[in-house]
């Protein structure tokens, strides 16, 4: 079974940065890569980004591209979310989830989630 634990959420002020760190165990290897979601609160979960299992492919949504990085050590297990730049619409719950088929850009082409952290930008 595959787990995966986000962390580095908190309280920034706009413009500042956070780093979110996501922590998977199991078969990890059987996904072709990782994604990062964001959900605000009265709104549907929505894509930030994925990148590939060997890192060679990286996508953002519009609304991060320039801001955001994704990276990930596969020797850690650990997938990251580098955010500068941050504006309040960032503020939202984060999660990452496994990629396991169809476009990397909708949720439900992934089977694992971890349990999201929290992130709340101010003005």
């Known amino acids: 079974q595959v787990q995966l634990v986000e962390s580095g959420g908190g309280l920034v002020q706009a413009g500042g940065s956070l780093r979110l760190s996501c922590t998977f165990s199991?078969?990890?290897?059987?996904?072709?890569?990782m994604g990062w979601f964001r959900q605000a609160p009265g709104k549907e979960r929505e894509f930030v980004s994925y990148?590939?299992?060997?890192?060679?492919?990286?996508y953002y949504s519009d609304s991060v591209k320039g801001r955001f990085t994704i990276s990930s050590d596969t020797r850690k297990n650990t997938l990251y979310l580098q955010m500068n730049s941050l504006k309040p619409e960032d503020t939202a719950v984060y999660y990452c989830?496994?990629?396991?088929?169809?476009?990397?850009?909708?949720?439900?082409?992934?089977?694992?989630w971890g349990q999201g952290t929290q992130v709340t930008v101010s003005s």
């Open positions: 989830a496994a990629h396991a088929r169809g476009a990397y850009f909708l949720p439900s082409a992934y089977d694992y």
């Open positions: 199991g078969p990890a290897l059987l996904y072709d890569g």
């Open positions: 990148i590939s299992r060997v890192g060679l492919t990286t």
